[in-house]
């Protein structure tokens, strides 16, 4: 018998169609996105969860009064090592980490790459699997590396290279070779070794510090990364006060009365940190996926009812023919689960075929079906199962009710009802298609504030290139000279030597103060190493004063150059009153030669802080090379640097990038965000259309007798076409007057995590609702045409 349903629910599928190609292509985009969405989702929660003893590793957080003070996923450098040393009872194992840049080399090959100098417990302690190497040896000698299976095969060309060298530049210039002792195992996904979307491939023992010039140790030290693992069964908030009497007893008044330092679970640093950003793009993304397959559910459901309800006859001359009501239940619920299970087979292939773009678009990689969990694959099956039980469960129970007489007759008692509710699932559709238009229009015109010429500076043509280090005065004016050739090249504008880009990352912060005020009431400054060209090359307007001498002399080693937030914060709200005046930076006497206008260094979502330029020549550390390049073409311009960089410093990597770039990785998340709500934004419209496009087919088809009478009474194609559009364009209406609000409210949300954004205008609501009304008018009237055009005499005899 189940056989039969499902041979007759088969041969219906196949008489109609459009109508079973409308409705399963439309629910299986529906789950295809949502799969899409929920791989992502997964991917962030596992993020950590297959570390080594998971539940019992934290990070060491730091929370300060004054956030310019520090990061809050660094710490003080001594804070992890002297826990486990004085606490025994709490700590088991402890990673203190300094992550770097810096230039590799094999041969031929020259690469900038991102290098962890850390303690030895690296492996062991998150259980780091080796595909060549003994973890216990590994990260003991001195002058050895622990390399990924990617480097290996980059520099080597092969995965068994323990005992093969390479050879790495330190930061004052100087090269050693180092020998791989280790090769990393494909590492799961971890913010141990995947820092702040920075991929980290090379390993080092903290003994390397002294060739790499960088400091791990002391109590005033909070720019290293803090990693501890807790024995069974011990309350974080233990620790936590054990760090506090540690902080008291060792570091200075100035980090007790400024920092709290607490614990964060590593299984859920990657959600919380950077204030929750992961945590809110996969919730607000889980929400996007819901209501677009809600959408799909509810276009699927709202078809199956239409087509049901003209299957009146049908039901009326099964039940004469002496078919019993349990009899056309089962078969109208066979045709739904038919349905729903082909729907779910091409949401399978169709998620097979969009995983590498949709993870391309995300900058993520979305796993594929058979990385799934086990438990995951019946879920489609029992969800398609429940879908089309949800979808034929109505239509069977309403139509198998009638009386043969009332089937065969094609009356039905509640088609007002009927046509109401199938109303308000059209106008929830359009809801959330509006909801999500406008959300995507907001979120552009927030994204487009980002890269926009608001920033304080001008971000067009540059060029930016990291360079080899030598830091010394004699390295400083090594690179001053190469600066000064660079800069007569025909390309170019300007060059500037700095240890800072506008990318958010800066040398430190620093406390400064007026000579001869209150020496606790500081201002924590950002502190920035730049030449005398950085703000002509940035275009940075000055307020007041000059960017340094235009060359370097004694005088300038004494300068500073502050922004107008500084010189406000300072107490001088006209930048001309700073001009001259001294103040205390690290415990020295500087005169403010000049003031800029204050600029975006960082991401909008915080505020402008204080920031205070060092002349390079007075702080020899620099990493970049900053190029204004003239207007034209680009990447002409970009070769003939390359070219002059080759002739100038032979044997270093030229990597060069665009301040666009930069502004890339900085809003990461918001232009990932942005990307998923354009698909969810594409394919909310192309289920809500494909509900009307079947809607209005089922309702010319019903009303076929009805268009020809109307047309020999004398009624006008403009007419006829005006009568269905009136159904639905009110039904558009409705929805944009619901959705407007609510779009403006979420949103306000969203927008109130950035200090600086948007004013919400009415065009994003305008422009969304208009054109989602003006594309149903189109399908609509492209529908209703071909209809009206049709000989009466035919339509009349449609039934």
């Not at 409308?22 to 570390?51: D, H």
């Not at 001195?142 to 390479?166: C, E, H, N, R, W």
Request: contains cysteine; proline residues 4%.
């Amino acid at each position: 018998m189940l056989k039969s349903y499902f041979k007759i629910a088969w041969r219906n599928l196949w008489k109609n169609k459009v109508f079973s190609l409308i409705n399963i292509f439309g629910l299986s985009v529906g789950i295809a996105f949502t799969l899409l969405i929920g791989a992502y989702v997964w991917g962030e929660l596992q993020v950590n969860q297959q570390l080594k003893n998971a539940d019992n590793q934290y990070i060491i957080m730091s929370k300060w009064k004054d956030p310019a003070m520090g990061a809050d996923y660094t710490s003080i450098a001594q804070l992890s090592r002297a826990l486990k040393d004085n606490y025994p009872g709490l700590v088991a194992n402890y990673y203190n980490s300094d992550p770097a840049f810096t230039n590799v080399s094999k041969g031929d090959m020259h690469f900038h790459e991102s290098l962890l100098v850390g303690d030895s417990t690296l492996l062991n302690m998150y259980g780091f699997k080796l595909l060549y190497g003994d973890v216990k040896t590994a990260l003991i000698e001195p002058y050895s590396v622990v390399i990924t299976t990617q480097m290996a095969k980059k520099y080597f060309g092969k995965t068994d290279v323990v005992g093969q060298t390479l050879n790495f530049e330190s930061f004052a210039g100087s090269n050693h070779d180092f020998m791989v002792t280790a090769v990393l195992d494909e590492l799961p996904r971890n913010t141990v070794t995947d820092l702040n979307g920075r991929t980290i491939q090379f390993f080092f023992n903290a003994s390397v510090n002294k060739f790499f010039e960088r400091g791990m140790d002391g109590w005033d030290n909070s720019a290293t990364i803090d990693h501890i693992e807790l024995k069974q069964g011990v309350d974080p908030k233990a620790v936590e006060r054990a760090m506090v009497v540690l902080l008291k007893k060792n570091a200075s008044d100035d980090i007790n009365q400024n920092l709290t330092p607490y614990l964060l679970k590593m299984k859920d640093y990657n959600l919380l940190a950077n204030n929750g950003t992961i945590k809110k793009m996969t919730w607000t993304l889980s929400c996007i996926a819901l209501f677009i397959l809600l959408m799909a559910v509810i276009n699927f459901v709202n078809i199956c009812i239409g087509r049901a309800s003209g299957r009146m006859k049908e039901m009326g001359i099964r039940k004469v023919m002496g078919g019993l009501r349990k009899q056309l239940v089962w078969q109208f619920l066979a045709e739904s689960v038919l349905m729903v299970m082909l729907a779910t087979i091409l949401a399978l292939i169709i998620y097979t075929i969009a995983r590498p773009y949709f993870g391309a678009a995300l900058g993520r990689d979305i796993m594929s079906l058979i990385d799934f969990p086990v438990y995951f694959f019946p879920l489609p099956f029992v969800f398609a199962l429940m879908i089309g039980l949800l979808a034929g469960i109505y239509p069977a129970l309403v139509l198998s009710a009638l009386k043969s007489v009332d089937s065969l007759k094609g009356k039905l008692a509640t088609v007002k009802e009927s046509v109401l509710f199938r109303k308000t699932l059209v106008a929830f559709q359009f809801t959330t298609a509006a909801v999500v238009f406008i959300g995507v229009v907001i979120i552009s015109q927030q994204i487009s504030l980002f890269f926009s010429n608001n920033l304080g500076y001008n971000k067009d043509y540059i060029v930016y290139a990291q360079l080899p280090r030598d830091w010394s005065p004699k390295g400083v004016k090594k690179m001053e000279a190469i600066r000064y050739q660079m800069a007569q090249m025909p390309q170019v504008s300007s060059v500037s030597l700095s240890f800072e880009i506008p990318d958010g990352i800066n040398g430190g912060s620093v406390p400064i103060y007026k000579q001869g005020s209150d020496p606790s009431k500081t201002v924590t400054t950002q502190g920035l190493t730049a030449d005398n060209q950085y703000a002509a090359t940035y275009n940075i307007p000055l307020k007041a004063g000059s960017f340094f001498s235009p060359i370097y002399n004694a005088a300038d080693s004494t300068q500073i150059v502050i922004n107008e937030t500084e010189a406000k914060a300072l107490g001088w709200n006209n930048p001309n009153d700073a001009i001259g005046r001294k103040i205390m930076y690290w415990d020295q006497p500087y005169t403010i030669s000049g003031v800029t206008a204050d600029f975006h260094f960082g991401s909008m979502q915080a505020k402008i802080l204080p920031i205070t330029f060092i002349n390079v020549n007075r702080s020899p550390y620099y990493r970049y090379f900053s190029f204004r390049v003239k207007p034209g073409d680009l990447q002409k311009s970009a070769e003939a640097l390359q070219k002059k960089w080759a002739e100038l410093l032979p044997g270093e990597p030229f990597e060069y990038h665009f301040m666009d770039d930069a502004l890339n990785r900085l809003y990461t998340s918001e232009i990932q965000l942005q990307k998923a709500a354009y698909i969810a934004t594409v394919l909310s419209i192309i289920i809500v259309l494909l509900g009307v496009l079947g809607l209005i087919s089922l309702s010319i088809q019903k009303r076929t007798k009805e268009i020809g009478i109307r047309k020999v009474l004398g009624s006008s194609v403009v007419g006829i076409t005006t009568l269905f559009l009136k159904d639905f364009l009110g039904v558009v209406m409705i929805a944009g007057l619901i959705a407007c609000p609510v779009a403006y409210l979420v949103m306000q949300k969203w927008l109130s995590n950035y200090a600086y954004r948007i004013n919400i205008s009415l065009t994003p609501f305008v422009f969304s609702v208009a054109l989602l009304a003006g594309i149903t008018a189109l399908l609509i009237i492209l529908q209703t045409i071909k209809a009206a055009f049709t000989n009466p005499i035919k339509s009349l005899r449609s039934e």
